[in-house]
């Protein structure tokens, strides 16, 4: 079956990129997505990309897919404290309906 | 601002009682669904509904029932018959019923008395 995996958690210092891995076993999937939950709160979309492109690059975010091993890499370049949060990457394909695989998230620490 | 609004934010429930969490959406979205949040894991699939007065089963509608009346509302019942209702419940909606980002609400966690 689908299966999306994340290492459960990351600690970087303030200023420094942090760097999230996700791996995914869909060769099929349409859309990756990567999306921020900050404590007691629902998932906010950060960024996605379409399963065709390799790269795609919005301010401090940049997201790398290497199909050919089912990788999905999100960068944050200059991570801040308000950065700190949980981070799930997720797959997407259509089926007759769109259904989205999430990963278990990766739990960010910003150190000041 | 358009968005989706999960209420309550807490609930609480006793044994043998069924409740509702309400899901409401004003982007004019036609696909909805729930989505039920465990510690460390990840979201699992509980109902999905493409369109008014349809939906399907997610991954784990056993003791879920919910109901479409209206494209802007998706409540979603929690029967007495779901054992361990305990976690954090979200709301997502998306403009069609492929490819399109799924939008999320702030959630609802529930827990027993």
């Known amino acids: 079956g689908e299966d999306v995996e994340q290492s459960l958690f990351l600690s970087v210092r303030e200023g420094d990129s942090s760097v999230i891995n996700c791996t995914y076993t869909d060769s099929s999937s349409t859309y990756l997505y990567w999306y921020k939950q900050e404590p007691g709160a629902g998932l906010q979309l950060l960024t996605y990309?379409?399963?065709?492109?390799d790269m795609k690059q919005d301010q401090r975010l940049t997201v790398l897919l290497n199909k050919k091993d089912k990788h999905l890499s999100l960068r944050i370049a200059d991570t801040q404290t308000g950065d700190s949060a949980i981070y799930f990457c997720a797959e997407s394909w259509s089926g007759g309906y769109q259904k989205v695989t999430f990963g278990t998230g990766t739990k960010l620490q910003v150190i000041p | 601002d358009g968005g989706i609004t999960q209420s309550p934010k807490y609930l609480f429930r006793k044994e043998g009682q069924n409740v509702t969490l309400s899901c409401e959406q004003n982007l004019n979205h036609d696909a909805m669904y729930w989505y039920r949040q465990d510690p460390g894991q990840g979201l699992r699939l509980i109902y999905y509904s493409q369109i008014v007065n349809d939906f399907q089963k997610g991954d784990i509608a056993e003791g879920y029932s919910v109901s479409r009346e209206k494209k802007e509302s998706f409540p979603l019942t929690v029967t007495s018959a779901q054992k361990n209702p305990t976690a954090f419940y979200l709301c997502?909606?998306?403009?069609?019923?492929?490819?399109?980002?799924?939008?999320f609400g702030d959630g609802t966690r529930l827990s027993i008395l």
């Open positions: 990309i379409f399963s065709n492109m």
């Open positions: 997502a909606s998306n403009a069609e019923y492929s490819n399109q980002p799924q939008h």
